[in-house]
């Protein structure tokens, strides 16, 4: 029989197929390319169950509606990136209402084949360009692993943007790492808060650190 050890070594050899987010049952996962309005549904349904039946219907009927039309722009906004998935906290903790306060977007990116002619660029540096192609500057970066995976992150405010349905400024971290045995292949990891309507607040300053956390327990899936 084959041990533990062994067992590990096999199956640290296999490609990756995937990824795992260890989140509470509050967040909500979205496919963008396949099931997303299968997903869209069952947690619109979940969310109005928990509207309270006496409900004057002139009330819960404009709240569902509001309550759909946020969550599908949110969708449609994350779809235009050509993302994979999208999760959004669906359920309140400890009471409140529904909010779409935050969110985590999973993304690849691929990096053109480098000749070798053209010399060798660090890893960490090609992280760094890949961040750099949306014109973000003056950002706070830095460099780790996530599951053995080289890694860097990135955490930087964003201004407020009304036509791509950003109303506030937000907070955002991006961890952006190469996946293993596939050089040109990048996974972004990528989370906003706008935490109590402020940035820069107590809200988003402890939800940058529950994300970072998050992260922390990152797991490749692999088959």
């Known amino acids: ?42 947690v619109l349904d979940d969310v109005c169950t928990r509207i309270p039946k006496d409900a004057p219907p002139d009330k819960a009927g404009p709240y569902r509606r509001e309550l759909e039309r946020r969550f599908r722009a949110a969708v449609a906004q994350a779809q235009q990136t050509k993302a994979l998935d999208l999760y959004l906290p ?31 660029t660090e890893p960490t540096d090609l992280a760094v360009q890949l961040l750099s192609r949306d014109g973000v500057h003056g950002a706070d970066l830095s460099s780790g692993e996530i599951d ?13 943007d009304p036509d791509r349905g950003a109303e506030l400024a937000s907070r955002r971290v991006e961890y952006i790492a190469s996946v293993p045995d596939d050089p040109d292949r990048w996974f972004v990891t990528a989370f906003s808060t706008v935490g109590g309507g402020d940035p820069r ?16 327990n990152f797991r490749w899936r692999r088959g």
Not at 90 to 115: C, H, N, Q, W, Y
Not at 148 to 159: K, P, Q, S, Y
Not at 201 to 216: N, Q, S
């Open 148 to 160: 053995g995976a080289l890694a860097v992150r990135r955490e930087h405010l964003a201004g407020a």
């Open 1 to 42: 029989m084959p041990s533990e050890q062994t067992a590990l070594t096999a199956e640290s050899a296999l490609p990756v197929t995937g990824y795992r987010l260890l989140l509470p049952d509050q967040w909500a996962q979205v496919p963008l390319r396949q099931g997303t309005e299968e997903a869209v549904r069952r």
């Open 90 to 120: 669906v359920k309140p903790m400890g009471g409140g209402d529904f909010s779409l306060g935050a969110s985590i977007l999973v993304s690849e990116t691929l990096l053109p084949r480098r000749s070798e002619a053209r010399g060798r």
């Open 201 to 216: 607040d107590e809200l988003a300053e402890a939800l940058v650190e529950w994300f970072d956390a998050v992260m922390a």
